[in-house]
């Protein structure tokens, strides 16, 4: 276990773990388990304690635990590493997941909620005793209809991630899917550094885990598009122990989706982000014809797998819009705690959920040297590229501000 936390003695912890703070965020990889745990703060969240656990629930690049070896892992790491209070949240990757966006008639929220349960249950031929299914209101149709963006994760999946966080210093209150987490701190980080607050609500994210990636488009701060693509992303022997170091102090310890089938030798590089560009440019375009004409400003990589630099230079090839690596770390005030990035930015949106946005700070980019800057167009577009649609509508959205909501299940929470 790779780990930071407060100085203190055992009896400091013992009345820390007891007082108000920030739930713990629990990320469920698979090849090694994150927990971290932030406080507020001006233009950086204050890192409170953060640590990384080798080995998962699923099978992956690393050992297999089963739910009670994994919760006596966690037990001890938040006692030795001072992380304080009793609730956690935990986030689980989207291979786990089937998703779809469904348009239902008006209704409330109960009758929705049944609505939704029955419909998912139908698109994902899952039995309805063996499914966790949840869903986000994405807004009205013409009509007055609802768009919904449905979930269904099995419930074993579930069951096993609580077991594993309830350990008797901690207890789970909300599960979330991998990408939405990954999309709060990604806003929050534009909201706070880019210098135009438009730039920071029309962008596309593509959160890439080893199995699946998944695109999010987001038409002024509202979720307007997701999809999730299968294949084979993680870069070969990257597992936890070959993409940390030690950081500051360590302590260790003893669907709906298209699959896309890729080389994963090292000569595979090239087709399997060509691949994973093609089918994002084929999502944008479904945007586009949806929207009147709308595309995003720029397309935003992060994720487990987001190691490679070839993934967007590819994407922004193919795509024809700005393509960066996200920099989730760049949100704490101590980045050596989350030695990894891009691993950490599902961890870093379940812990600041309850906290609020950080201040505004942007940060202006110096252009490359010896290369001419792309002339951009009034609308802040590349010229010759797209322009920036109308208004968005109620169509197919929700709302960011306040953040996205957690995942609701039919009849209760998840």
Request: hydrophobic share 40%; with cysteine; glycine share 12%.
């Amino acid at each position: 276990m790779l780990g930071f936390g407060n100085a203190g003695n055992a009896r400091g912890g013992w009345f820390a773990r007891r007082r108000h703070s920030a739930p713990v965020a629990v990320d469920f990889g698979r090849s090694s388990v994150r927990l971290l745990q932030l406080a507020a703060g001006g233009t950086a969240y204050r890192c409170l304690a953060a640590a990384e656990i080798p080995g998962s629930l699923l099978e992956g690049n690393g050992p297999r635990l089963d739910a009670d070896a994994m919760s006596a892992r966690i037990r001890e790491t938040v006692r030795g590493l001072g992380f304080s209070g009793q609730r956690a949240t935990a986030t689980l990757p989207a291979e786990l997941f089937q998703t779809d966006i469904a348009r239902l008639p008006a209704m409330d929220d109960k009758e929705l909620a049944e609505s939704v349960r029955f419909e998912a249950l139908d698109r994902f031929g899952m039995d309805a005793d063996s499914a966790v299914i949840g869903h986000l209101r994405l807004g009205g149709t013409a009509g007055g209809g609802n768009e919904v963006l449905m979930f269904a994760v099995p419930r074993e999946a579930v069951a096993t991630a609580t077991r594993a966080v309830n350990t008797g210093d901690t207890a789970a209150v909300r599960i979330e899917h991998a990408s939405l987490a990954a999309l709060r701190a990604a806003t929050r980080q534009r909201l706070s550094e880019c210098e135009d607050p438009a730039a920071a609500r029309d962008y596309a994210l593509l959160h890439l885990e080893d199995r699946v990636a998944t695109l999010l488009v987001l038409r002024e701060g509202n979720i307007c598009f997701l999809r999730s693509i299968r294949g084979e992303w993680a870069s070969a022997g990257m597992t936890m122990i070959g993409r940390t170091r030690t950081g500051r102090t360590m302590a260790g310890l003893g669907e709906g989706a298209i699959e896309l089938e890729s080389d994963t030798g090292d000569h595979g590089t090239a087709w399997r982000w060509c691949a994973l560009a093609e089918e994002s440019l084929r999502c944008l375009r479904h945007v586009e014809r949806a929207s009147g004409g709308w595309w995003p400003q720029e397309v935003a990589i992060t994720g487990p797998a987001a190691v490679d630099p070839e993934a967007a230079a590819t994407v922004e090839s193919v795509c024809g819009v700005r393509t960066s690596l996200c920099v989730p770390i760049r949100m704490i005030d101590a980045p050596e705690a989350c030695v990894h990035g891009n691993a950490w930015i599902a961890a870093i949106g379940g812990a600041c959920a309850d906290l609020p946005a950080l201040a505004r700070n942007p940060r202006r980019e110096e252009p490359e040297q010896g290369a001419a800057a792309l002339p951009r167009t009034s609308a802040g577009t590349r010229a010759g590229g797209r322009t920036r649609g109308r208004a968005a509508g109620g169509s197919g959205t929700i709302a960011l501000q306040p953040e996205p909501k957690p995942l609701t299940v039919a009849g209760g929470r998840a």
